[in-house]
Nanobody, 124 residues
Framework: QVQLVQSGGGLVQAGDSLTLSCVTS????????MGWFRQAPGKEREFVAV????????YVGDSVKGRFSIARDNARNTVYLQMKSLKPEDTAIYYC?????????????????WGPGTQVTVSS
């Protein structure tokens, strides 16, 4: 059972930057992809970004491309979501997720393991 612990959310102003962290309990993440999703009130959970842990390749969703990036720290078993130029519409609960996959899954139903979520609020 992969456990994911998130940190880094909070209240920021539009234009600010924020980095979210997700630490995994799994000793080795070879074969896993780590994804970030977000869910705003009254909306469906939305794909944000995904990283292949072994190869480091990434894919970022169109709605945040150019502003958000995903990275990992192998030594710390941690994946990061680096968010820049934040907008009020980025306000949501952000979740990290993990799945064994050779692809870049963007559907939440393809992920088996989830973090508890962390709130990000962007004020205008």
């Amino acid at each position: 059972q992969v456990q994911l612990v998130q940190s880094g959310g909070g209240l920021v102003q539009a234009g600010d930057s924020l980095t979210l962290s997700c630490v995994t309990s799994e000793r080795t993440l070879n074969g896993y992809v780590m994804g970030w999703f977000r869910q705003a009130p009254g909306k469906e959970r939305e794909f944000v970004a995904v990283i292949n842990w072994s190869r480091g390749g990434t894919y970022v969703g169109d709605s945040v491309k150019g502003r958000f990036s995903i990275a990992r720290d192998n030594a710390r078993n941690t994946v990061y979501l680096q968010m820049k130029s934040l907008k009020p519409e980025d306000t949501a609960i952000y979740y990290c997720a993990a799945q064994i996959s050779p692809f870049f899954p963007i559907d939440q139903y393809e992920y088996s393991y989830w973090g508890p979520g962390t709130q990000v609020t962007v004020s205008s």
